[in-house]
């Protein structure tokens, strides 16, 4: 199943690359020399440094659509291994929580669905992101979360909400810890 991503989230995932291409433009040369880009974002890279206002806004935006070319994983690492960059993990938690949404709009839809058929809705729906997930991320615990979710959309109760993405934002790390072991 392939999943529709609403424009509100593709305006925040293009801001997201918008402001790891601002932290780029604070870049050293000794960093800019290991930095693991293009040549072409380098060059873009040291024309930002001696523009101010509108203009810079203007190139960083330029920078990040050649960024948005390009893998953006090892210019994540590397500003989080060089300058302590906290945008890999708040992009980690953005798209825990952007797991967590997508799963309960499913089971929802599922359960409405059910309910206009008048069955039963049961805790073992039928549930293509799930199984997508738990290919995607080894340790995702498909178990926990299907019953999460079966118990936030029963009872409304946050709780179950928050295990949700609990169990989503720890797949994630662990799928990140794995990365860094390679």
């Known amino acids: ?46 024309a930002i440094r001696e523009l101010k206002g509108g203009s810079r806004k203007r190139q960083i935006k330029h920078l990040a659509k050649i ?42 839809e599922d359960q409405d669905m059910c309910r206009m058929q008048h069955i039963d809705w049961e805790p073992d729906w039928e549930s293509p992101i799930l199984a997508d997930v738990t290919k995607r991320y080894e340790g995702f615990d498909e178990d926990a979360a299907r019953k999460a979710a079966y118990q936030y959309i029963k009872t409304r109760n946050k709780v179950y ?5 609990r169990i989503t934002k720890a797949a994630l790390d ?9």
């Open 67 to 108: 960024m948005r070319q390009e893998p953006i994983e090892p210019i994540d690492d590397f500003l989080a291994d060089r300058k302590g960059s906290h945008l890999k993990e708040e992009k980690i938690f953005h798209e825990a929580e952007r797991l967590r949404d997508t799963i309960i709009n499913e089971a929802i």
């Open 1 to 46: 199943m392939t999943e529709i991503i609403s424009r509100s989230e593709q305006k925040r995932r293009l801001k997201r690359i918008e402001d790891t291409a601002a932290e780029l433009a604070e870049l050293t040369n000794k960093d800019l020399a290991k930095f693991p880009g293009s040549e072409e974002m380098k060059k873009e890279i040291v």
């Open 161 to 165: 909400y928050r295990e949700l993405f």
């Open 174 to 182: 662990l799928e990140e810890i794995r990365k860094r072991a390679v």
